[in-house]
């Protein structure tokens, strides 16, 4: 496996369903994000994980949780969604930033999701 | 929170055409950079401009950054149906914590 992948691809889930999406990088980076990507709406940064701590949650409702085992593996726990939270999920790696880093971020395919 | 305006945010073309796609901000920006996304897959990076005023070209596509480094251009010479996608500019903040993506250009060539 090569760059960042992402599992599942597809997802549909109910209200009431507990599901979490998976995310590794092979590209030797220490920083990981997760964004939603919403029709007719910029990337929305959701999570960013430095040297496998948080350093970032943007207001995100706490029926989404991320963890970061290690460097290399991201997840999003999701449990009791809404319907307005069907959308692409991508996550995204890159090196932790430092001053004169271009922080260039690298994305994986994204999960599609759906909650019904 | 600093915001990036794309415009236009749709274009529609013929093929051999040529097109320029805009990223503008009043904020500075430490970096630049341009993604192109695909239906049902994820940005993939095309170029990153650090230098206000730097020029970077690969192969068809010119990108450039502004002098004062709050805006950019994306040109594409003789476009080619390969080319439809969604392009996205980010740009680095001066914090360095995270990047500020644009809503995007969906550019469609028509053969």
């Known amino acids: 496996e090569t760059g960042v992948t992402q599992t599942p691809r597809h997802l549909v889930m109910g209200m009431t369903n507990k599901k979490s999406l998976k995310c590794e990088q092979h590209?030797?980076?220490?920083?990981m994000y997760w964004y939603k990507q919403s029709a007719k709406k910029p990337l929305e940064l959701m999570f960013v994980y430095s040297l496998e701590e948080r350093v970032e949650n943007n207001s995100v409702p706490s029926r989404f949780s991320p963890e970061c085992p290690n460097s290399s593996h991201l997840f999003l726990h999701l449990h009791t969604l809404q319907p307005e939270d069907s959308a692409l999920y991508l996550c995204a790696s890159s090196q932790a930033w430092t001053s004169g880093n271009p922080y260039e971020q690298y994305f994986g395919p994204g999960t599609r999701l759906t909650v019904t | 929170t600093q915001l990036l305006e794309q415009s236009p945010q749709f274009l529609s073309i013929q093929e051999g055409e040529n097109l320029t796609v805009y990223c503008n901000s009043s904020s500075v920006f430490s970096s630049l950079q341009w993604y192109r996304q695909e239906p049902g897959e994820g940005p993939v990076l095309l170029v990153t401009v650090v230098t206000g005023g730097e020029v970077k070209k690969l192969k068809r596509l010119t990108f450039q950054f502004g002098d004062a480094r709050k805006d950019s251009s994306l040109h594409i010479t003789a476009a080619q149906p390969g080319d439809t996608g969604l392009y996205l500019c980010?740009?680095?903040?001066?914090?360095?914590?995270?990047?500020?993506f644009g809503e995007g250009t969906q550019l469609t060539v028509n053969p």
């Open positions: 590209l030797g980076h220490n920083a």
């Open positions: 980010a740009g680095g903040e001066t914090s360095g914590s995270r990047l500020t």
